[in-house]
């Protein structure tokens, strides 16, 4: 995955490698009308470079690059680069200007895309085979001005060693930028977080548990998979505001949620539908899987100690469920829902109910 990662940013960084041999090809072409080099040299450089990024690019497509890093590969490219600037440098047969030029063009292409070590590396392949070239042409017998050729390797030399230098101070900088992009990322996710939370619970409020279910609702109706629902009431809370006042209140809705939450699987949605009463929503499940569901988040509560209020040393929840039937809104599901909470409640509360076709509690065994 890391390596198609790296291709896929390869792909995403390509137009900079592309633009850089834009760049050389238009540089020998200026040259070449400047008479600074012979036509057919221009010529024969803007084919190579250009045979050169097609041959990079077709290596990606066809995927064999993905048993190397982006940098290597990269790496790889810039010493092909070098190569063919030393090979261009001995078909001048002397070191004209236009050279030192494309190297300084490709150093800048690879000092925006690796590390100081490799650079380093890079710029000693570099000054290796320009000497090479150099040197080959004194020994074939071309006359060319050593003062000028040094000069200019000398020049390229300390411009190598300079690039190499500052690719550091660029990759720090590339360094705080995406570290700053990842704390801007994150304080985004914190802040649609917030705003989809209740602040004293901390689980979603009204109205994004109303888009969830709009959501989850046309999800099933396209996929045809179940969606069930539950209507979840804290009992007794005015009556542990009454006795122990409104802060021992809020502890206890607190340990409810976290409780009611901890009770249900990472795809169901649990949030605060309006004072006491929460709605918990269970993609792909029926029925009797939610009524398994709500049992679940009943027990779960019913563990939750509580000061004493009527005789009661624990939490206890009313919950009545329905599953979403084809065609039905958000209203209606919610409606039948909530008839089956009132008859849990009517009935003494601390139950689950679901209702059946008939408005009766459903009878189904669980599993």
Known sequence: MRAVAESAGYWRRSPLGIGSVAIMALVLSLAAVLGLIEPELAIEGCVAFAALAGACLGLVRLGITDRFTDA????????????????????????????PVLYLVAMVYGMLQLDRSRLAILGMIAAITHGVALFTLIDDGH????????????????ALAWFTYAAGIV???????SQAQGRLHDLGVQANQRASRDTLTGVYHHRHLMDALERE??????????????????????????????????????????????????????????????LALMPDTDLQGAVIAAERIRAAVGREPLPEVRGRRHLSCTLGVAEHRKGENTRLVIGRAEAGLNYAKAAGRDRVVALDGDGAPARMELR
């Open 72 to 99: 290597g590969f990269i790496s790889a490219q810039l010493a092909a680069t070098f190569v063919l600037l030393a090979w261009l440098t001995y078909r001048s047969e002397g070191s004209p200007p236009v050279i």
């Open 143 to 158: 006359r060319i001005n050593l003062a000028a050729a040094w000069t200019q390797f000398g020049a390229l030399v300390l």
């Open 171 to 177: 990759l720090r900088l590339r360094e705080r930028l």
């Open 217 to 278: 609702i046309a999800r099933a109706e396209r996929i045809g998979k179940p969606l069930s629902i539950a209507r979840v009431d804290l009992d007794w809370l005015g009556s542990v505001n009454q006795t122990h006042g409104p802060a021992a209140g809020d502890i206890a809705l607190k340990r409810f949620t976290d409780a009611a939450a901890g009770a249900l699987r990472d795809v169901d949605i649990f949030g605060r539908y309006g004072g006491k009463e929460f």
